[in-house]
């Protein structure tokens, strides 16, 4: 383990950001701060493209209250290449996979009871945490979707990961439609986060059914998700929160946003 200094902004928390990987694959590596009591709230922080899992987590540890446990997952360019769809048959390795052995590896470690977890995922990481939950909502209460590039739709019309219909990608995965209607969402896009850059899907398809930009594709997949809810009488709503004067850029999310005060804030409110 690495050790990295104690977090001076955040007192009461008293962890130290260490640096594992899994027993079973040293490829696997991840980042962890454990609170200094016992632990009732587990997040997930996934990192985009660019694999900042240290500087997400440790601007997340700089919020977040003593009874947390922050897990940071590395999803590496040489192994987990599909993780933002979950690691589809012949695409790698299945992420969701990797993030429930580091779990239970940290819970074993720590003698932590799991109950439900909270995520939160930027760009990339944001497309995975979203598809984690409808892919696994009894193991999600919250999910926090920062500036994904697009979005698996609720909708059976379309195939994954485009919308819920499947063909042999996973063969333990049935998309269980009412309920992760039930989990907390809440979506975050950058005020000026509607550049069509290098990183983002412009395929017709995506531009077609979700927008241009990250704006329009938040937008798109916030309103569908509300008007699922509408349908079945379900009581839950998505909010958007548009971030001002924020482009596509987790450090100014956070330092003009208020992104992981904002978040974490949220993660302990009892809804």
Request: aromatic share 12%.
């Amino acid at each position: 383990m690495i050790m990295q200094k104690t977090n001076k902004n955040n007192p009461k928390f008293r962890g130290s950001i260490k640096k594992g990987s899994l027993s079973s694959c040293d490829k696997l590596k991840y980042y962890y701060v454990k609170g200094s009591q016992e632990i009732t709230n587990i997040v997930v922080l996934v990192h985009g493209i660019s694999r900042n899992a240290e500087e997400i987590i440790n601007s997340f540890s700089q919020q977040m209250s003593p009874d947390s446990l922050l897990i940071a997952p590395v999803f590496s360019k040489d192994y987990a290449t599909d993780y933002q769809r979950l690691g589809r048959k012949n695409k790698g390795p299945r992420a969701d996979y990797i993030l429930q052995a580091i779990i239970n590896e940290l819970s074993t470690q720590y003698d932590i009871e799991v109950n439900k977890i909270n995520l939160f995922g930027f760009s990339a990481g944001a497309q995975f945490v979203q598809r984690y939950a409808f892919a696994h909502p009894a193991q999600v209460k919250k999910v926090a979707i920062v500036s994904a590039g697009w979005y698996t739709m609720p909708s059976f019309s379309e195939y994954y990961p485009y919308g819920l219909k499947l063909r042999n990608e996973f063969a333990d995965i049935d998309f269980e439609f009412m309920r992760f209607l039930r989990v907390k969402y809440r979506v975050y896009v950058g005020e000026k986060d509607y550049l069509r850059d290098k990183s983002l899907n412009k395929s017709k398809k995506v531009d077609r059914l979700q927008g241009q930009n990250r704006l329009e594709r938040a937008e798109s997949w916030t309103n569908k998700m509300n008007r699922c809810f509408e349908k079945y009488a379900i009581k839950n709503r998505v909010s958007l929160e548009v971030l001002k004067n924020v482009t596509h850029d987790f450090s100014l999310a956070d330092s003009l946003g208020h992104l992981c005060g904002k978040v974490s804030h949220w993660f302990k409110q009892e809804d």
